[in-house]
């Protein structure tokens, strides 16, 4: 478990790390460390250098803007999950954060590493999905605000842009009564998510009207259940409606298999896992 | 200090392994070491072709470069070191590194050292090698047949040996009143030992010695087997293994890596350091399990067990490793009759050569594999003749007044009580109660499972004459020296290699009792050739009931000296000396006394010795028991099945273990915990999986699934003591009942949450789509 000779370079501003990774396509950026390093230990990966960016402080922190959250792409796991703001207004968010890994991990690991990284199993693409995030990313060029909405692309595959950096990520707080959830089946080898549903409703009058339903681990990439939300925009909430439209949780995904679960299963954990977090919020 | 022994004292080489200051052999530094690397084949079976080794030889730090070739006539061949009799056992070639041929992923092709782990990794990337890719062929029953790819040329359909035992005929099954017949596949498994396996090989020029750290249960049958394949005299050959960190049977077998590690240190003249990364260890290690076996169980209608008979076919992986034979041979089929008093049983076993890692013992070895097979049956039995399957195994137990009892096999269980084990069991679990709530919430959709398991256990390996009958190629008995100093400290030498099983607590425990000192006045010293006689190891739970044994003789002959020697200082004769509590004094007189220490010091001194008594104070002892000792206990688990999902969770656990007399009860329950634990690993989650090719798909912990902390409600704890005779301190086994027990327990608790849907069997690990999928079947079929 060595990796591959690298070179290692600390920068303390996004603009050097812009220039380093300019200078060289074979350089990655190290935030936590902890999907890049086993990645290079087994081989996988063989980058040329490291540009570590976790001395960067302007790209820690939690903040409130107007009817948003905003975390730095370099807050870790933890500070995610115990930060008031978050757990306030994200709850979701702050649940599935204090899921991910150990305590280590959670120390290390950094909520816009995670995000950047798009392993199809992580816990923190549904919540992102759930919250409407967008992310910033900063290129040579300038910065651009991508929706979550189309980040995902495929394992380990986003739309950022080539050689662009993620600074931020900003999530919509959910309209005032909204509650929401994050209801995980981890893989007991992994503990990553065989499916993670992030599920936000907000009820007026006993109706609808907002709903976001976020779904990771199932397939090639996290995905928003748009025919569970469909089903129950505007409707009345009641047990036999979050049942019917649990139905469709498995509907707008590519959903994959693998040794621990089949494909069949993984359908089935959607529907049963997407049934069980709207529950918990009627 | 009377009274040590049963003292829940605290393990006293946790302090130095929590802290980080223990010596494990990854943190021996020796000046001017280089570090080797072990270039593993990539494919299951192929041809090696060519071999081109000049780059990574010209690599900046490399300092030598081997392949199989060149080690040919240099080092020789591993051996097996358990032959069962009568079994045609093929012992194939088995080179250190592979010559013309690889057998599975993981074979080691090449060695290179360098001067630091880093260049020899990158130096493994730039050796060259020419595979002609085999078929290969992974599973031992397609293995078997004709026209499988051919592992070894001497081992015609791939089976390596094929061992037949028992009493069981067919016309007992004939004339049953009731036959149960099943498959069952035991999966494989991957032992998983906190510290991968590492070498540190030191040769000295000055004297021609070598010093070998390795990671391993047993550092005396690795000097005795190294010495052969270095062509290099034992007394030449020292082997240490102080600190191991958990072997659970993996540490047992001398591998290649550590033979090419000694070689290359001769060879070069260098210290030469290898450690086994993760990745490694689940390719390299040996693994454990991995049988398909066929059971019948017959009797009749009112619950009387009569007879069993197995079929199993054991995966051996691409060669025999060191103890690899007798594990699904001895050490299980001479037990599946269990605890049970049925008369007739048969065993027929197949050990078969595939292109995986080598099998062989992993905690429990072959008893875990049997006890499962019965459990499993038992509670088919009880179903099928509609008996609850508790009383159907009251019914059969052996009763107290049946001991010694000789099963049909021929083993002598020693002694037991086997029904107050689990009396005490189903009490705790408060059984009654648990189906009256089974059957309520049945109503409500919701499915809880009780499973019970009533096991016996060989452990004690054991005494060396059947050591010798049964084709293991060793002894098993054991060695202990007490040495006493001047000042009335002492140091314990064990050939008992403990690795995580707290010998240096107990057998310090054994020692203050008898002499009456503190504990902290002893050390005990371990897994170090050169300064141990003679020892076997740490295995098959037989550390304390052997290396105990002969502990407390050695310690009883240090008594005896010294009461000649304090009979002399006191004036009275020596029959009228009696010890107590450290202190010799004269019957009737108590005032004419002596401590421990005085008469040590006197021993040393020697002005003043009773005539033909020689100076100093030690005792040896080389014990070798007089049988086997039989562990036995109840294990409940009560679990419940998630109807949506098919996870399935542990609410409750009840261990009751009769391992003899407990020695120490915090590391007793320790033991069964860990036990515990792995057992119920196998239950649910872990199991080790090949594709057609030949690759392990199960190769990282991101998808070998180890249990978890938190996947385990309290476990609760409880032991008998049943004596044993076999052993001066009436002790048993304790380090793998949990291993044992709780497989079926766990298993048979699922499979009756699940009685409603009319599940009989569901693979091993019973993971969650496995068993939703048997639910839906179920559903289904009505």
């Known amino acids: 478990m060595i990796p591959n000779a690298f070179a290692f370079e600390r920068v303390n501003t996004v603009?050097?790390?812009?220039?380093?990774?300019?200078?060289?396509?074979?350089?990655?950026?190290?935030?936590?460390?902890?999907?890049?390093?086993?990645?290079?230990?087994?081989?996988?990966?063989?980058?040329?250098?490291?540009?570590?960016?976790?001395?960067?402080?302007?790209?820690?922190?939690?903040?409130?803007?107007?009817?948003?959250?905003?975390?730095?792409?370099?807050?870790?796991?933890?500070?995610?999950?115990?930060?008031?703001?978050?757990?306030?207004?994200?709850?979701?968010?702050?649940?599935?954060?204090?899921?991910?890994?150990?305590?280590?991990?959670?120390?290390?690991?950094?909520?816009?590493?995670?995000?950047?990284?798009?392993?199809?199993?992580?816990?923190?693409?549904?919540?992102?999905l759930a919250y409407d995030a967008e992310l910033t990313v900063v290129t040579a060029e300038g910065s651009e605000l991508l929706p979550v909405d189309g980040f995902f692309l495929a394992p380990l595959t986003t739309a950022m842009p080539e050689g662009g950096i993620l600074t931020q990520v900003s999530f919509v707080i959910p309209p005032e009564g909204a509650h929401s959830v994050y209801e995980k089946y981890s893989h007991p080898a992994s503990g990553y998510a065989v499916v993670g549903v992030a599920a936000v409703v907000a009820l007026t009058s006993g109706r609808v009207s907002h709903i976001r339903v976020g779904i990771t681990g199932a397939g090639d990439a996290a995905y928003r259940a748009t025919a569970v939300e469909e089903a129950l925009l505007d409707q009345v909430w009641s047990r036999e409606r979050v049942q019917a439209a649990s139905r469709h949780a498995d509907e707008n995904g590519g959903i994959g298999e693998d040794l621990f679960a089949s494909e069949a299963y993984r359908r089935h954990l959607c529907q049963v896992y997407t049934r069980r977090a709207l529950e918990r919020l009627g | 200090m009377v009274g040590v022994i049963g003292q829940a004292i605290k393990r006293r080489e946790d302090p130095r392994l929590i802290t980080g200051q223990g010596q494990f052999t990854d943190d021996i530094q020796l000046p001017g070491m280089v570090y080797a690397a072990i270039l593993r084949s990539p494919h299951a079976h192929a041809r090696v072709a060519h071999i081109n080794v000049e780059e990574a030889r010209s690599h900046p730090g490399v300092v030598a470069v081997y392949t199989g070739k060149d080690l040919e006539g240099k080092l020789g061949l591993l051996p097996t070191a358990w032959l069962p009799p009568n079994s045609d056992i093929k012992t194939t070639a088995h080179p250190a590194l592979a010559v013309d041929r690889v057998r599975y992923v993981g074979d080691g092709v090449a060695l290179v050292v360098a001067k630091d782990r880093?260049?020899?990794?990158?130096?493994?990337?730039?050796?060259?090698?020419?595979?002609?890719?085999?078929?290969?062929?992974?599973?031992?029953?397609?293995?078997m047949e004709p026209g499988a790819p051919l592992l070894h040329e001497d081992a015609p359909d791939n089976v390596a040996f094929h061992w037949q035992v028992g009493n069981a005929t067919d016309e007992v099954f004939a004339r049953a009143e009731v036959v149960v017949r099943h498959h069952i596949h035991q999966q494989r498994l991957i032992p998983n030992p906190m510290e991968p396996r590492a070498a540190v090989a030191q040769f000295h020029p000055s004297n021609g010695d070598l010093t070998l750290w390795c990671t391993s249960q047993n550092p005396h049958i690795h000097r005795f087997i190294l010495?052969?394949?270095?062509?290099?005299?034992?007394?030449?050959?020292?082997?240490?293994?102080?600190?191991?960190?958990?072997?659970?049977?993996?540490?047992?077998?001398?591998?290649?890596?550590?033979?090419?590690?000694?070689?290359?240190?001769?060879?070069?003249?260098?210290?030469?350091?290898?450690?086994?990364?993760?990745?490694?260890?689940?390719?390299?290690?040996?693994?454990?399990?991995?049988?398909?076996?066929?059971?019948?169980?017959?009797?009749?209608?009112?619950?009387?067990?009569?007879a069993i008979r197995v079929r199993a076919v054991a995966n051996m992986g691409a060669?025999?490793?060191?103890?690899?034979?007798?594990?699904?041979?001895?050490?299980?089929?001479?037990?599946?009759?269990?605890?049970?008093?049925?008369?007739?049983?048969?065993?027929?076993?197949?050990?078969?050569?595939?292109?995986?890692?080598?099998?062989?013992?992993?905690?429990?070895?072959?008893?875990?594999?049997?006890?499962?097979?019965?459990?499993?049956?038992?509670?088919?039995?009880?179903?099928?003749?509609?008996?609850?399957?508790?009383?159907?195994?009251?019914?059969?137990?052996?009763?107290?007044?049946?001991?010694?009892?000789?099963?049909?096999?021929?083993?002598?269980?020693?002694?037991?009580?086997?029904?107050?084990?689990?009396d005490l069991a189903l009490d705790k679990a408060d059984y009654a109660a648990f189906r009256t709530r089974q059957q309520e919430l049945r109503a409500h959709g919701r499915y809880v499972g009780i499973g019970v398991t009533t096991y016996v256990e060989i452990c004690g390996l054991g005494p060396s004459q059947i050591a010798g009958a049964v084709g293991f190629q060793g002894g098993l008995w054991e060695s202990a020296m007490v040495r006493v100093h001047p000042t009335g400290k002492v140091t314990v030498f064990t050939g008992t290699s403990p690795h995580g099983q707290g010998e240096e607590t107990t057998f310090a425990q054994i020692v203050a009792d008898k002499l009456g000192i503190p504990v902290e006045d002893i050390e005990v010293v371990h897994g170090d050739t050169a300064r141990i006689a003679m020892g076997w190891g740490t295995y098959g739970s037989r550390s304390t009931p052997v290396g105990g044994g002969a502990l407390t003789i050695a310690t009883d002959r240090v008594i005896e000296k010294a009461k000649k020697i304090a009979a002399h200082i006191l004036e009275v004769g020596e029959e009228d000396v009696e010890f107590n509590e450290g202190s010799f004094q004269a019957k009737g007189d108590p005032k004419r006394r002596a401590s421990f220490q005085e008469v040590t010091l006197q021993a040393y001194l020697a002005w003043n010795l009773p005539q033909g008594v020689e100076p100093a104070l030690e005792g040896t002892a080389f014990y070798d028991p007089a049988n086997f000792v039989y562990s036995f206990g109840t294990h409940v688990a009560m679990v419940e099945v998630d109807a949506d999902t098919g996870e399935v969770k542990l609410d409750r656990y009840i261990a009751v273990d009769d391992p003899g007399r407990v020695l120490n009860p915090m590391i007793a329950e320790g033991q069964v915990h860990g036990g515990i634990v792995q057992g119920v690993g196998q239950a649910l989650w872990e199991g080790a999986v090949y594709d057609n090719q030949g690759q392990l798909v199960t190769g990282t912990f991101m998808d070998y699934a180890m249990p978890k902390a938190h996947f385990f409600p309290e476990i609760e704890t409880r032991f008998t003591e049943t004596p044993s005779p076999h052993n001066p301190l009436g002790v048993k086994g304790i380090g793998e009942t949990g291993t044992i027990a709780s497989t079926p327990t766990v298993v048979n608790a699922v499979l009756d949450a699940l009685q409603p849907f009319g599940v009989k069997e569901?693979?091993?690990?019973?993971?969650?789509?496995?068993?939703?999928?048997?639910?839906?079947n179920g559903r289904e079929n009505g």
């Open chain 2, 227 to 306: 010495s052969g394949l270095l062509g290099m005299p034992e007394h030449k050959l020292r082997v240490v293994a102080t600190d191991v960190g958990g072997g659970f049977g993996s540490k047992i077998a001398v591998y290649a890596d550590e033979a090419l590690v000694a070689y290359a240190a001769r060879d070069l003249k260098r210290p030469v350091k290898w450690s086994e990364d993760r990745r490694e260890n689940f390719l390299a290690t040996t693994h454990g399990r991995d049988h398909y076996q066929f059971i019948e169980l017959a009797g009749k209608r009112d619950g009387t067990l009569e």
């Open chain 2, 118 to 143: 880093y260049i020899a990794r990158d130096a493994l990337d730039l050796i060259h090698v020419t595979y002609e890719v085999l078929p290969a062929v992974v599973n031992q029953e397609r293995a």
């Open chain 2, 762 to 776: 569901i693979e091993m690990p019973l993971l969650p789509e496995r068993v939703w999928r048997a639910m839906q």
């Open chain 1, 15 to 128: 603009e050097a790390a812009l220039d380093r990774l300019g200078a060289d396509g074979e350089a990655k950026l190290l935030a936590g460390g902890h999907s890049l390093l086993p990645l290079m230990k087994m081989r996988l990966s063989s980058p040329s250098k490291l540009i570590d960016i976790s001395g960067i402080d302007a790209l820690r922190g939690v903040r409130r803007e107007e009817g948003r959250i905003i975390i730095g792409a370099l807050t870790p796991h933890r500070e995610v999950a115990v930060h008031p703001l978050v757990q306030a207004h994200l709850p979701a968010l702050a649940q599935a954060a204090a899921q991910i890994g150990d305590l280590q991990v959670r120390n290390r690991g950094t909520l816009g590493g995670n995000l950047a990284h798009a392993d199809p199993s992580s816990d923190l693409p549904a919540v992102a």
């Open chain 2, 319 to 422: 060669y025999l490793s060191t103890a690899a034979p007798g594990v699904p041979t001895i050490l299980f089929g001479l037990i599946v009759s269990g605890p049970y008093t049925i008369p007739y049983a048969g065993v027929d076993v197949y050990g078969v050569f595939t292109n995986t890692t080598p099998t062989d013992a992993y905690r429990g070895a072959g008893r875990p594999e049997a006890t499962y097979l019965l459990e499993r049956m038992v509670d088919l039995f009880a179903r099928e003749i509609g008996m609850d399957p508790v009383e159907l195994r009251r019914k059969n137990l052996i009763s107290q007044d049946q001991f010694p009892y000789h099963n049909p096999m021929g083993l002598e269980y020693d002694s037991g009580n086997y029904t107050r084990a689990l």
